[in-house]
């Protein structure tokens, strides 16, 4: 077999033919690994050919991982030999709800081994027992990855918590860098797929990028899900941002709790004051209308270019509407810091918030208080607003939840307001 090498970044992937002391792209020491690449032509052999239609049959069938709001953003439930990353920062809930997944998939009668190279079965032992769950999941601290699948085999789970902390030893890299997560995470791929075992690898997003993060297998899963949310509340929107299996951009909203993440089917995300400033908003994020709050401050600058900032909204859209109103209602923004936010640490897509924001900021601007006031529309840059898609479904949350007030560009609104300056009228 003819065989080459080529040198790897450990902490940023970057290849080169040629051995470098510094990595000319991300200007990291000594982080060169040397790796083989086979040149030689792989030999055909007629089994690796299918039919779609055995194919389509085999991968049809769901698995229920008997987490209902999961169930539903996975399309379903899970498919044999799916791989699937659960990324998100340290603290948010990831091992959780991977132990909330493989203790209900066990008393599914289901096989799972947890392999943990973070924590001490103890540790494991101590969460088990806070959310519960049943002793018949196997647990292994083996981080050697060769172990680690070859004892999987008879399993239909496999956790791996997290997939940085495993390694192969025939590389020369240490654990933790962009070589052994790369090799270790295309071994449990490959075994996956010719196992038929279900592999959900725990993914690590650092600050400090000490740890190659999860970006770097994105590519090679078929399922990337991710935690958002600030660990100072209680609330977690789990995004999936690919599925090879079902839709992506689905959103499933869990809550904290002492016995582990719960599953939100109507989710208001609202505080008990809404003093100026404050615009409540329903939104949908991948198929969930939710009702959130959003904060505007808006205060003199001081300095000549004024500050704009914004947390869980779109900086430019926020930086569009802000100018919408300058031009339209003849706001004097320019003179004006303007900071946006999305209580509770979510992360809104839905154009439909940009009502709320405009009135957040034009009732901090004037400080008169809006109250129990829902807002949805798109502000378009001629000052138009557009109504929201599927509103009968938001319209049906705010009913449940007891929301009268509702102001909108659309028949049903209780305050019909078509453009900004309808809004202005309506506010002062
Ligand atoms: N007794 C408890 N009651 C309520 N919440 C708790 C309790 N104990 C822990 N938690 C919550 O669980 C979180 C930790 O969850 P978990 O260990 O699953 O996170 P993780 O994402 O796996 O973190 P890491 O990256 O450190 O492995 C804590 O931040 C806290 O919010
Ligand atoms: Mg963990």
């Known amino acids: 077999m003819k065989r080459e090498v080529i040198y790897v970044c450990d902490k940023c992937g970057y290849e080169s033919p040629k051995w470098f002391g510094r990595c000319p792209v991300c200007g990291a020491w000594n982080s060169a690994v040397e790796m083989k690449v086979d040149k030689t032509r792989g030999n055909f052999s007629p089994s690796s050919l299918m039919k779609i239609s055995e194919v389509r049959l085999k991968s049809s069938r769901r ?14 439930g899970l498919v044999r030999g799916q791989v699937l990353l659960l990324g998100g920062e340290p603290g948010i809930g990831k091992s959780t709800l991977a132990l909330q997944v493989a203790d209900s998939m066990t008393k599914n009668g289901l096989r799972v081994l947890y392999a943990s190279g973070e924590e001490s079965a103890e540790q494991i032992g101590l969460r088990a027992a806070r959310i519960g769950t ?26 791996m918590d997290s997939i940085q902390t495993f390694y192969d030893p025939e590389l020369g890299a240490i654990p933790g860098g962009v070589t052994q997560l790369r090799k270790v995470s295309s071994k449990v791929v490959d075994f996956s797929k010719k196992a038929g075992v279900i592999s959900l690898l725990i993914g ?11 970006k770097i297998i994105e590519h090679m899963v078929d399922t990337v899900l991710y935690f958002e949310g600030e660990k100072t509340t209680d609330y977690r929107l789990l995004r999936v941002y690919k599925n090879r299996f079902g839709p992506s951009g689905e959103v499933g909203i869990f809550e904290m709790k002492e016995t582990g993440l719960l599953g939100i089917e109507d989710p208001v995300f609202i505080g008990e004051d809404l ?100 807002f949805m529309g798109e502000v378009g840059l001629d000052g138009m607003i557009r109504p929201p898609y599927s509103l009968e479904r ?28 309808d809004l202005a009228g309506v506010i002062r």
């Open 394 to 421: 938001r319209l049906e949350i705010l009913k449940k939840s007891g929301f009268e007030e509702i102001m909108g560009p659309f028949e049903s609104a209780s305050r019909k307001v078509r453009t900004l300056s």
């Open 63 to 76: 698995i229920r991982t008997g987490i209902k709001v999961l169930d539903t953003i996975l399309g379903g």
């Open 204 to 214: 690590h997003i650092t600050k400090s990028g000490d740890i190659a993060g999860p």
């Open 275 to 374: 003093p100026f400033g404050n615009a409540i908003a329903c939104v949908i994020e991948g198929t969930h209308p939710m009702v959130i709050q959003v904060q505007a401050l808006v205060s003199r600058s001081k300095v000549p270019s004024p500050r704009r900032n914004s947390i869980g909204v779109d900086y430019l859209r926020v930086s569009a509407i802000i100018a919408t109103m300058s031009k339209i209602l003849k706001l004097p923004l320019d003179f004006h810091d303007v900071y946006v936010k999305v209580l509770g640490g979510l992360r809104v897509t839905d154009p439909a918030v940009d009502l709320a924001v405009a009135s957040a900021i034009f009732s901090s601007l004037v400080e008169m208080e809006i109250g129990k006031v829902v």
């Open 134 to 159: 049943v002793e018949d999941i196997t647990l292994t601290n083996d981080q050697n990855i060769s172990s680690v699948l070859s004892a999987s085999e008879s399993f239909d789970l496999l956790v």
